[in-house]
């Protein structure tokens, strides 16, 4: 079945370094890739998603990229901030429109240090 | 508009008892999903309504655990002889024509 395997936290990092949070998929056919982000005491909320290979997504100055020939969607970003300490989920959809079941990553969390 | 709400925020049962989860869509979302988050691990997936389609139950852990909704609109999660390994936060989320899920805040279960 479909499975998403994303990079065990805990990740601490200092403001301003680089990130980079690694995901890699299985799946059949042509999914939909998503990264999800839990703020500390709220809700899930949709970060940036890929329908289709070599797109990239991004909001908040975070990317990923589909890449369906190494079957990844790593999360990046040039420079963290504090409030950009979360839990990040990678997730998929099994078809690349309409409504299917997310499978999600583990989540990985991120502190960012003054 | 009004994003996804769910009901209780916060429910402690004991062991045996019955629960009900409340989920509202976001209004003229066809589509409803429950997950449930245990402490320290991913979303595991429940159960999907899609319109008057029959749900797609394939994730429910076991005969003790049923949902229903009315329509395209509330829905409601009902755990039997609620055990320990239920405790968990219990996620709802709707979606329209595209393949985004908005999620609610959760309702965080726990069973003594």
């Known amino acids: 079945g479909d499975s998403v395997t994303q990079m065990e936290g805990p990740v601490t990092l200092s403001e301003e370094a680089f990130l980079t949070i690694n995901c890699t998929y299985t799946a059949t056919g042509y999914p939909s890739l998503f990264w999800y982000v839990q703020y500390p005491g709220e809700g899930l909320q949709l970060l940036l998603k890929?329908?289709?290979?070599?797109d990239k997504g991004s909001n908040k100055g975070f990317e990923a990229t589909y890449r369906k020939e190494t079957t990844s969607f790593h999360l990046e970003k040039g420079s963290v901030q504090v409030s950009d300490s979360a839990v990040y989920f990678c997730?998929?959809?099994?078809?690349?429109?309409?409504?299917?079941?997310?499978?999600f990553g583990t989540g990985t969390r991120l502190t960012i240090i003054p | 508009g009004a994003g996804v709400s769910q009901s209780p925020s916060n429910k402690v049962t004991e062991k045996g008892k019955d629960v009900e989860l409340r989920c509202d869509p976001i209004s003229g979302h066809t589509a409803l999903y429950w997950y449930r988050q245990r402490l320290g691990q991913g979303l595991e997936f429940l159960i999907y309504?899609?319109?008057?389609?029959?749900?797609?139950k394939s994730g429910l852990p076991s005969d003790r655990f049923s949902a229903e909704r009315t329509g395209e609109s509330v829905s409601t999660l009902t755990i039997q002889r609620t055990q320990q390994e239920d405790s968990a936060v219990y996620l709802c989320?709707?979606?329209?024509?595209?393949?985004?899920?908005?999620f609610g805040p959760g309702t965080r279960l726990t069973v003594l």
């Open positions: 309504f899609q319109g008057n389609s029959a749900p797609d």
């Open positions: 989320a709707s979606s329209a024509y595209t393949d985004t899920q908005y």
């Open positions: 890929a329908t289709k290979a070599d």
């Open positions: 997730a998929l959809s099994p078809v690349n429109f309409g409504n299917e079941k997310l499978t």
